[in-house]
């Protein structure tokens, strides 16, 4: 896994290149650039007239980049840290999401975070939907040499969900990462499929999934949490996982996450290997956008 200091130097990094230009001189611009620098970035409108406000109001002693720094701060809420659960035998968790979002490589970046914190982790691939859903899965398992259970393109994924819980709970493996096919949240007859999933693996190991996490790529701005708010009436959702971070200047959707969706913000991709999963961090992603050290 990737040393704490350097992934977070590695988010500073590449969010200040993502976020230009930076608010850093945000005591120099005057109220309409601001308001066009964080529209741009997907900001929610609600919180940029908000910010408008307070800063229209704010007395002219106060530091602009301050009352900025804790009004976006104050929007991220709570931050949930992760730890992988040890009573569960095993912690079962469904990752879902639109088309292309990053579950796959996302299921492989925790797998391998699990094992570098002591865990054996088994890789479900359940998305018999695609002839190379599944097959794209068992690759990563071989280069983050972890236990896999798959299925044949056509096969019910609720049944391959099952096999890989079964064996999962017979091999001693914990946590059992689901990854799942993408699906866009409009079409009904695969949505559905999610709930019989989670049905499936409950029969196997009751309580089982433990936690569902929406895989959300940045780049699509706002449009990601419309989705997310349409999976969460199918399945609940218990965490975010945002994508492709590292490539996004739409970022600023996040700040809507916790009022659209009152769910938090676990992890973040930051690139498409294997470590480029770190802990969501609110100071770190609000100092970025700042340009801040
Ligand atoms: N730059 C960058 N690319 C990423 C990240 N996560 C995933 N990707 C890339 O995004 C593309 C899609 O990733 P997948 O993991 O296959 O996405 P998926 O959600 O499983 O896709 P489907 O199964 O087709 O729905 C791949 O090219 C990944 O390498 C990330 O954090 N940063
Ligand atoms: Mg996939």
Known sequence: MVAWASALSKTRNILKKVFSPSLGDVDELNVEEL??????????????????DELDAAPR?????DLLRDLLLKELGEVRSFSWPSDKSPFVLLLLGVNGSGKTTT??????MAMGQGGKPMLCGSDTFRAAGSSQLKLWS??????F???????????????????????????VIVDSAGRMHTKTPLMDELPKMCRSMGKRHPGAPHEVWMVLDASLGQNAVIQ???????????GIVVTKLDGSSKAGFLFSVRSELNVPILFTGLGEGEDDLVPFNPEEFVDALFGEE
Do not use: H, Y
């Open 107 to 112: 299921a492989a970046k925790l797998a391998k």
């Open 142 to 147: 071989e280069t983050v040499g972890c236990d």
């Open 228 to 238: 997310a708010q349409q999976f969460n009436k199918v399945v609940p959702i218990t």
């Open 61 to 65: 002693r106060v530091s602009r980049k």
């Open 149 to 175: 259970v798959g299925g044949e393109m056509g096969a019910d994924a609720a049944g391959v969900a099952f096999n890989a819980v079964d064996a999962a709970i017979a091999s001693g493996c914990d946590p």
């Open 35 to 52: 308001e066009e620098i964080l529209l741009r970035s997907d900001v929610p409108v609600r919180l940029v007239m908000e910010i408008v």
